[in-house]
């Protein structure tokens, strides 16, 4: 038995009150274009008196203590606003998933005063110089401006592993500039949108995930698939259903645009082979996360 005031089970666990989740299940997000929602909590006043029969417990407004009217109803009760933006947001359609974008870093939002620097996105900064007789990290503190105390002190370079960069350009903290290794195609320097690191890996699709039984099929990344021939006197689309053994009917090919594929091979659902198109570089097909659309790139 579930308590309503404290949310724990008789036995002593949480109770499941909400849970959503996009349909159709197992496909890629951009391919997802319903919801389901479960709730179990219940809109009701937690002052009211459980001997309260309803709907009394509703005709008084709480802030002014006067009965509720047509002209003056009662405001809903935080619980209520809840249940009504659940049950619009149930109704709305599904927004296609943000594609990763990197965001180049600045010199002052890395706290860096001197030298160059990477942005994060495989490009180079130039931080600026310091004024003579300082130097950059001279005072024994990488990326900023100083002068050897007396005693000197030396400027320790600070290396990409150490700074927690994979890829592209830096600098060492002492007016030198770091090579932080590339990334394997179609990976790109923050194309995961993490600045930095390697990142935006297309997830090739299957003809199974695409529901495609027979003829050509890209696989979202760039790549062409098989899907198989039908037994005659059977046809590929020959049932009037693209990707779809059968006969006795025409079958319509569909373009890209049909498709919402963006880049790479494609079946037209009849036997025949797409191009839908190459990426411009630095993206690549599939290379944001999304098959079939271009991404990945740095901005």
């Known amino acids: 038995m579930w308590n309503p005031n404290t949310g724990v089970t008789g036995t002593g666990g949480q ?14 997000d951009a391919q997802q274009c319903g919801k389901v929602l479960f709730s179990d909590f219940h809109v009701a006043n937690a002052s009211t008196s459980p001997s309260t029969a309803f709907p009394t417990e509703c005709m008084t407004n709480e802030t002014t203590g006067k009965a509720c ?51 994060g996105c495989g490009n180079v900064l130039d931080c600026g ?22 005693g000197g002190v030396v400027c320790q370079p600070v290396s990409c592993q150490q700074q927690g960069i994979g890829c592209g350009p830096a600098g060492d903290g002492c007016g030198n500039a770091l090579n932080c290794g590339t990334c394997t195609p179609p990976q790109t ?55 779809q053994c059968g006969g006795g009917v025409t079958c319509v090919p569909k373009t890209c645009s049909q498709l919402n594929i963006q880049c790479g091979p494609a079946g037209d659902g009849c036997g025949g082979l797409l191009d839908c198109g190459q990426c411009v570089s630095p993206q690549t097909c599939g290379g944001g996360g999304v098959p079939g659309q271009c991404g990945g790139g740095t901005r």
């Open 69 to 119: 009217t047509t002209a003056a109803p009662c405001p809903m009760t935080p619980q209520e606003k809840v249940l009504e933006y659940m049950l619009w947001d149930l109704a709305s359609c599904v927004p296609p998933p943000p594609k990763p974008v990197c965001t180049p870093l600045t010199c002052a939002g890395q706290s860096i005063q001197c030298g160059p620097a990477g942005d």
């Open 15 to 28: 109770a499941l009150l909400h849970y959503t989740f996009n349909t159709p299940v197992g496909v890629p």
């Open 129 to 150: 110089t310091c004024t003579p007789p300082q130097t950059c990290g001279g005072g024994g503190v990488p990326g900023q401006c100083g002068t050897p105390p007396e």
């Open 189 to 243: 320097c923050g194309g995961g949108g993490v600045p930095g690191q390697c990142g935006g890996q297309c997830v090739p699709l299957t003809c199974a995930q695409q529901n495609i039984h027979c003829g050509p099929a890209g696989d979202g990344c760039g790549n062409l698939l098989d899907c198989g021939a039908c037994v005659a006197p059977q046809t590929c689309g020959g049932g009037g259903v693209p990707g």
